[in-house]
């Protein structure tokens, strides 16, 4: 199969190693010195003290030319429109596009500007992030792609093959037939995360401490299983519980891209990590008190900037 992944930082970056390092047909997207960077020294993926080098194919966004089979969309919320016109031109028939984002109901959103080009939902369990251009590093091994279908239907042969060549690279596949519930719970994950750090200006150490940050945390957590719950959505597991064990396991100076991006003053996605969860309990009739005081606080740390 022929995979186009469009975004070359630690999400796209990654995908994009590990499967030409198992030796599938793979091009990714990359711009500016990055671009420049992956074509001279290759991708270089580094994991604790070993670093690897892949030979990935990158080209810009101009120079792509052919039909993909899979298109992983792996850019942040802000960019997406600009991606658009490329998906459009790389997609034929039998396309399917899975978006890799962090905010919550990308997939069903893409599908109303993409009609006739089946998109699906997903998302991705993974710690890594850019250092330079052409440089990724991965904190941790887990490496877990999470896609499907809002219908539940698992009836598209192309998407068992996905299975089996992420299997085959090294990544985990789970082919999700309640895609809705799955990207929500990881959404749980990110955006409180994303909320609580960039509200206390803290890393994600002093969400581990017990006291006001980390129970803050656990409130606006509790907020999106609510909500959830307000949707017809059960989560497999106590989200709560879940989501502590995966932040204790976090390394103490992490923080969002988000909570980055905002500290830099650029673009960032404030808008689906935070003020969409205030948007879906208003509409849903949900208390999200929590996240209101969050987003107001920070709407007005940004008019001020």
């Known amino acids: 199969m022929n995979y186009l992944i469009l975004g070359a930082g630690g999400t796209g970056g990654c995908i994009a190693g590990y499967l030409t390092d198992a030796g599938k047909n793979v091009t990714l997207i990359a711009r500016n010195q ?131 060549d992420l299997r085959e690279a090294g990544i985990t596949p789970v082919y999700s037939d309640q895609i809705r519930r799955d990207t929500l719970q990881k959404f749980a994950m990110v955006s409180p995360m994303a909320a609580v750090g960039a509200f206390y200006d803290v890393p994600c ?27 017809g959505l059960n989560f497999p597991v106590d989200v709560v519980q879940e989501n502590l064990r995966i932040l204790d396991g976090l390394s103490d100076d992490s923080t969002a891209s988000m909570q980055k991006d905002l500290k830099r003053g650029s673009l960032s996605e404030i808008d689906g990590l935070v003020y969409e969860v205030v948007r879906l309990g208003h509409r849903l009739g949900v208390p999200v008190p929590n996240y209101e005081e969050i987003a107001e606080s920070l709407l007005l740390r940004l008019k001020n900037q």
């Open 205 to 231: 150490g002093e969400m581990k401490k017990p006291g006001e940050i980390r129970d803050r945390y656990v409130a606006c957590v509790s907020e999106i299983d609510s909500i959830a719950r307000a949707m």
């Open 34 to 164: 990055t671009l420049e960077a992956i074509r001279r020294d290759g991708l270089l993926i580094c994991l604790g003290n070993e670093m690897r080098s892949i030979p990935v194919r990158a080209v810009s966004e101009e120079e792509y030319q052919g039909t993909a089979d899979i298109i992983f969309v792996c850019v942040k919320g802000y960019s997406l429109e600009e991606m658009y016109p490329l998906i459009r031109r790389a997609s034929g028939p039998g396309t399917v596009v899975i978006p890799i984002l962090n905010i919550y109901g990308t997939g069903e959103r893409m599908a109303e500007e993409l009609p006739g080009i089946e998109v699906l939902n997903g998302c991705i369990y993974i710690s890594a992030a850019a250092q330079r251009p052409g440089v990724i590093r991965m904190s941790g091994k887990i490496f877990r792609i999470v896609y499907g279908r809002v219908d539940g239907r698992k009836d598209n042969p192309m998407l068992f093959q996905l299975e089996e």
